[in-house]
């Protein structure tokens, strides 16, 4: 397991667990963040915060705070 802020650019993952707390969590999951689902981690900003990944076919940004609270299983 490993966070989706340590994953580096261009790297793919599937989704393991949000945070069952927190607002932001339960609208990423309405978004279609759920476990087992691929992400990619397009890249992130100049000084790493936000980070922008794709999920589902769309761009997502996400705080690193937020993404260091998201469990992810690096493909490959």
Partial sequence: MA?????????MATLKALPLDGGTFVRLR???LTPGTAIRLV???PLG??????VR???LSLRKAEAER??????G
């Fill in 30 to 32: 309405e978004m279609g």
């Fill in 70 to 75: 998201v469990e992810v299983e690096p493909v």
């Fill in 49 to 54: 915060d936000p980070i922008e990944i794709e």
């Fill in 57 to 59: 076919g769309y761009l």
């Fill in 3 to 11: 966070k989706l802020s340590e994953l580096p650019a261009g790297g």
């Fill in 43 to 45: 890249r992130r900003a």
